[in-house]
């Protein structure tokens, strides 16, 4: 189970969601986390069949005071989640950095989750 409704309807529509989270220090428009989007998707569809609607993508805003009680930095947490792929955590991983790099925004990758439906 996921703290986001989004993840929590895509794993009961498929048996397995992977998660990809990064942290962006800073605050890139729709349009930017937009082009990254794009940019994985037209990468990853070369290696592997996926749907559209397999995707999810959340963006998370943090702010001073949710950073101070975080302990962490200000700035953006994106998290892929993607249904029913074995996808390269590496692709992902390089496609989603170089590409923030490339739009001038510092860039974490924070991991990869795994989730299984039990029903």
Known sequence: MFIYP???ELLAKFEKVRTFTFFIFGNPSQEEIEIVNRGLFFRIVH???IRK???VVIVE???EEQANLLNCYQGTRIIFGVAENELDEEIIKDTILDGFQYLRYKADYLGMKETESNV
């Open 53 to 55: 609607e397999r995707v």
């Open 61 to 63: 805003n943090i702010e």
């Open 6 to 8: 989004e993840l929590n």
């Open 47 to 49: 290696a592997t069949e």
